[in-house]
């Protein structure tokens, strides 16, 4: 006797009403589908999780970001880091509202045996945005996360989560050591469809000229434009401060036409500012960011104006020679 056909019917696409793409960060991390953030250890990538869960508690805007403001609930879930001595104390530093951002105690929780588990916090608090740091430590015991169907039937469990319940989820994930020509979205641990399931990955890295300076690259976007990279350092209380729009690395970009008048500014703002003395590095990119001169310019102002750098403590410093 055959089994029992599955039931099914048929959905015209005319009974179906077209709806806009919302989102938590606009143009990078979209409501109801999953952003990865990605980048090697030690660049900040849990800093810069914890800056955006704080802004969306706390109802600020994201990093440059023009939209309409947005409050909603947090559920933060992390297996590298404590949260007493170091998870709650870079919320504090990042404004967060601490009543608004929850994590979920359970033994060994991951998304494959405890789905419907994370699916009733989410819906229990309401939570506009989940996130997982790092994707390894929440696969469970029998996923490979270099299978393909494993991650497939995973990822794609937790995207029909995010869908249903209108909530960002954005995973945290480590890159293999570059190789010569690499694609940056295969550099990922693991399987490509980690990377093919997101609908949208940033990646950060160090800027070339300035390895203090930390690039947010929009390296995959399914449901948008990319967005512009953005510039920012991490100060030494792990508050974030973001340094503008940044234009490239390349050695080309030199070549590219500019905004004569933002470099003859920004020439004009970084004479000031170090004629006296030398002052903290990022002093010079706010500065300079309050009147949208973007961060590679002003790298590129300090390299012709032979610039200097150097440490001062825990601070950075530019001075004059």
Not at 59 to 70: D, E, T, V, Y
Not at 223 to 247: C, H, M, N, Q, W
Not at 296 to 313: A, I, P, Q, Y
């Amino acid at each position: 006797m055959g089994s029992k056909p599955k039931e099914s019917k048929r959905i015209a696409w005319n009974t179906i009403q077209p709806k806009e793409i919302t989102w938590m960060w606009e143009g990078r991390i979209p409501f109801g589908k999953i952003s990865i953030l990605v980048g090697d250890s030690g660049l900040g990538k849990t800093t810069l999780a914890l800056d955006i869960a704080a802004r969306l508690t706390s109802g600020r805007a994201m990093p440059l970001s023009n939209a309409a403001l947005i409050t909603g609930t947090v559920l933060f879930q992390s297996q590298e880091d404590d949260v007493g001595d170091t998870l709650l104390p870079r919320c504090i530093a990042a404004g967060g509202d601490l009543e608004k951002i929850e994590s979920i105690e359970a033994d060994g929780l991951n998304i494959d045996e405890d789905i419907g588990v994370i699916e009733r916090h989410i819906q229990e608090i309401n939570a506009r945005c989940i996130l997982f740091d790092p994707l390894q430590s929440f696969l469970g015991r029998n996923a490979d996360m270099n299978r393909i169907t494993d991650i497939r039937r995973l990822l794609s469990n937790l995207g029909a989560i995010a869908a249903r319940n209108d909530c960002a989820v954005l995973i945290i994930a480590h890159q293999n050591k570059a190789q010569g020509g690499a694609n940056e979205l295969h550099r990922v641990f693991g399987s490509v469809d980690i990377t093919a399931t997101a609908r949208s990955v940033l990646r950060i890295s160090k800027a070339e000229s300035d390895p203090e300076t930390r690039v947010l690259t929009h390296i995959k976007s399914s449901v948008s434009r990319p967005a512009a990279p953005i510039a920012f350092r991490i100060e030494a209380d792990s508050k974030i401060v973001y340094l503008g729009e940044y234009d490239g690395d390349d050695d080309e970009v030199y070549e590219m036409p500019e905004d004569t008048s933002k470099r003859a500014k920004a020439v004009e703002i970084i004479y000031s500012m170090l004629r006296d003395g030398a002052r903290e590095g990022t002093e010079i990119f706010k500065a300079c960011a309050e009147l949208d001169i973007s961060a590679r310019t002003v790298e590129r102002v300090k390299k012709e104006l032979n610039v200097r750098s150097g440490r001062d403590g825990i601070k950075r410093i530019w001075f004059l020679e």
